[in-house]
């Protein structure tokens, strides 16, 4: 008899069972998710369906929402020979440029006044932030009596220094930088909080190593403090440059975007072809534009950070 050969089947290694989420688990899981329910509603509601919807009017010669004719990119052709948008284009990131660097530094430095051991901190504290929790009509009503050309306390101060007195919201070379002022002022105590808490959460351990090994004052701020606070100036960028595109009832109430389009920035002007000229195709396509410069200027923003760490 012959022998035959008999095959064995080779070993096959089993795969390792996944391991399964226990029922703990899975309990925060559904948790997480039905705490995020309601934000999640409300940004597709209130922010995804309306950007869809402001994309596609964008396209159209809408004169009232959801009618119009597609039209392409007319409206976005037309925008950028409307001389109305680019003075408004030009005003807000002017005013972006000023307000968000020189509100973040003088921020800082009133965080770090405030976080040392000082007679009335808590009182301080409290009277930068009441801008903040104050409404922005109240607030334009007290600028504009400070300035107010003929009684206001803008010309006594500039009179008292010997200086000539300023038209402040009637001069168009003057009016934007004023308004500036007021931005700069009411945002500083929503800046300082963040920044304050930033501040108490640096470890002191690291603080007291810096003065152990002789750095100066500078030096631990720079080497120590400043890095400390890199997520908080991220954080406190993108809302800063958000919010300084997005600013309208100041120019509403004091100037109205004058004088001679001197204010106008891309929120009244969007304000006033939607809902006065009732050009909806035309305002959201200025809209999207503007969220085109928001996110740019986050991205330039973001790379300097990061440029900064890497240093």
């Known amino acids: 008899m012959t022998a035959q050969t008999v095959e064995r089947p080779a070993l096959v290694t089993p795969e390792p069972a996944r391991p399964r989420r226990n029922g703990v688990e899975r309990a925060k899981a559904r948790a997480g998710w039905i705490l995020l329910a309601p934000s999640l509603v409300h940004s597709v509601i209130f922010i995804a369906i309306p950007g869809l919807m402001a994309i596609y009017l964008s396209f159209t010669n809408a004169r009232v929402a959801g009618q119009g004719d597609w039209i392409g990119i007319k409206n976005y052709l037309d925008l950028f020979q409307d001389a109305d948008f680019l003075k408004a284009l030009k005003n807000t990131l002017l005013y972006t440029v000023a307000v968000v660097p020189v509100a973040m530094a003088l921020s800082l430095a009133v965080a770090i006044g405030l976080n040392q051991k000082i007679p009335g901190r808590a009182l301080f504290r409290t009277l930068f932030y009441i ?3 104050t409404s ?10 400070i300035y107010n050309p003929a009684a206001g306390l803008g010309n006594q101060v500039l009179s008292f220094f010997g200086v000539a007195r300023s038209g402040w919201l009637t001069d168009p070379s003057v009016a934007l ?5 007021v931005g700069i002022w009411q945002g500083l105590g929503a800046k300082m909080i963040i920044y304050l808490a930033a501040l108490q959460s640096i470890s002191q351990d690291l603080l007291e190593a810096a003065k152990l090994d002789g750095a100066s004052k500078w030096q631990t701020f720079w080497h120590v403090t400043w890095p400390g606070l890199a997520p908080v100036h991220f954080f406190i960028l993108v809302t800063s440059i958000a ?8 120019i509403y109430v004091t ?4 004088p001679a389009n001197a204010t106008n920035v891309l929120t009244f002007d969007i304000f ?3 809902f006065e000229r009732l050009h909806i195709g035309y305002a959201s396509a200025e809209t999207v534009v503007m969220l085109v410069f928001v996110g740019l200027l986050i991205s330039v923003g973001r790379l300097s950070m990061r440029n900064r760490e890497d240093l």
């Open 243 to 250: 919010s300084s595109f997005q600013v309208f009832d100041l």
């Open 255 to 258: 100037t109205g975007g004058g």
């Open 177 to 181: 930088p004023a308004l500036m002022v």
């Open 272 to 274: 006033s072809n939607a």
């Open 131 to 133: 801008p903040v929790v």
């Open 136 to 145: 922005t009509v109240a607030v334009a009503a007290v600028w504009l009596w």
